[in-house]
T-cell receptor, first 115, second 117 residues
């Protein structure tokens, strides 16, 4: 079992749909992250959670709504998305938020296509 | 503001040839520097990292990188490339004083590596 698991791996949705992406980490980490990876753009940090509390919202539109019920699970709820939101959404975790000597552990990503 | 530049979008090398991927960063203090690799359909995996000390760091899969403060560079190297190294490579810089003000790592746009047989 991989350390960070994301489901679904692929998702196609219409602009009026509501869907959710799920991330689960089995590493005992306290910090979790959502990144967006679009073609030809750097990875964009979306949200950061530390001990279930959101510490960072990087000016993300409200059609993306994160939820972190505990330190092991992170969700990204999607509602009325736009075609330009099509991207690979990566979840990551790290042992602690402020210690950057540790690495980020990434999931395999959820490939989202908005029609 | 911190930034990371990977000047090469796509590089093709022959199997067995040497490889160097370039990375330049902009950061006022001593940076934490990372190289990640992303194989097709996969998440990112850490190859190596630099925090302090020896400026030549060794990583997994036979990769190494050298930190050159005078050039603000952290180039990734491998003496002999294997077909399985075909992937996208990302350089990243971390802030020493994260403090919650922004994401803990700033990534470059990546360099896609293709390997010819």
């Amino acid at each position: 079992e991989t350390g960070v698991t994301q489901t679904p791996r692929h998702l196609v949705m219409g602009m009026t749909n509501k869907k959710s992406l799920k991330c689960e980490q089995h590493l005992g980490h306290n910090a979790m992250y959502w990144y967006k990876q679009s073609a030809k753009k750097p990875l964009e940090l979306m949200f950061v959670y530390n001990f279930k509390e959101q510490t960072e919202n990087n000016s993300v539109p409200s059609r993306f709504s994160p939820e972190c019920p505990n330190s092991s699970h992170l969700f990204l709820h999607l509602h009325t998305l736009q075609p330009e939101d099509s991207a690979l959404y990566l979840c990551a975790s790290s042992p602690r938020l402020a210690d950057l000597r540790g690495e980020l552990f990434f999931g395999e990503g959820s490939r989202l296509t908005v029609l | 503001a911190q930034s990371v530049t990977q000047p090469d979008i796509h590089i093709t090398v022959s199997e067995g040839a040497s490889l160097e991927l370039r990375c330049n960063y902009s950061y006022g203090a001593t940076p934490y520097l990372f190289w990640y690799v992303q194989s097709p359909g996969q998440g990112l995996q850490l190859l190596l990292k630099y925090f302090s000390g020896d400026t030549l760091v060794q990583g997994i899969k036979g990769f190494e990188a050298e930190f050159k403060r005078s050039q603000s560079s952290f180039n990734l190297r491998k003496p002999s490339v294997h077909w399985s190294d075909a992937a996208e490579y990302f350089c990243a810089v971390g802030s020493m004083n994260y403090g919650g003000s922004q994401g803990n790592l700033i990534f470059g746009k990546g360099t896609k590596l293709s390997v010819k047989p």
